[in-house]
């Protein structure tokens, strides 16, 4: 393992890739079980610890206010950059709901997410995909957030402490500068 510029431990296959145009695909190995996994994913108290809040219903149709509080992600939180409020909220349909393997959702404003697990012996394979990221700035903030939010995950699955958030989400932010074409 290595680390980047802020400190976010990654690994050789650990940023995104453009699988289309506009489609992001980012994978992680977790520890399981892939029940434990999909608790992440589903519980709302759970996904605040890496991601956002907001009560889901286990059914596709069903709607989820997901409520973002990056400062609250890790201690310390780091630098949070200028324009970010203390919360954020977006509204999301669930698409598809199959648990412990698949969860999908809609975002009107930035497209569809897909989040796949596939057990691989103790370990969970996670196959995130986000697809109709209309701009190349939203490939680039998106791509970044998700990436920083599953080193997150990562961390509390592993029970350790994860890297301060913001400044892990800002180097990150940097290197899918560079890395996604204009």
């Known amino acids: 393992m290595q680390s980047n510029q802020a400190g ?23 520890p399981g079980p892939i029940e434990r996994v999909w608790t992440y994913l589903t519980d709302a108290d759970k996904r605040s610890e890496w991601l956002a809040g907001g009560v889901m219903g286990d059914a596709a149709g ?26 954020h909220r977006m509204t999301a ?17 930035s497209g569809d997410v897909s989040i796949d697990l596939e057990p691989r012996g103790d370990r969970v394979l996670l196959t995130l995909v986000h697809r109709r990221l209309p701009r190349r700035s939203m490939l680039v903030g998106v ?28 180097g990150l932010k940097a290197e899918y500068e560079r890395r996604i074409p204009e």
């Open 8 to 30: 976010a431990v990654v690994t050789p296959n650990a940023y995104g890739q453009l699988i289309e145009p506009a489609t992001l695909e980012i994978q992680r190995i977790l």
């Open 62 to 87: 069903t709607q989820v206010e997901f409520v973002w509080r990056n400062s609250e992600l890790t201690d310390p939180p780091g630098d949070k950059p200028d324009g970010f409020g203390e919360e």
């Open 93 to 109: 349909t669930v698409t598809e709901y199959d648990p412990p393997r698949r969860l999908a959702f809609t975002w009107d404003e």
């Open 143 to 170: 791509s970044s957030g998700w990436h920083a939010h599953l080193d997150v995950l990562v961390a509390r699955l592993e029970e350790r402490a994860p890297a301060p958030f913001w400044n892990a989400w800002a």
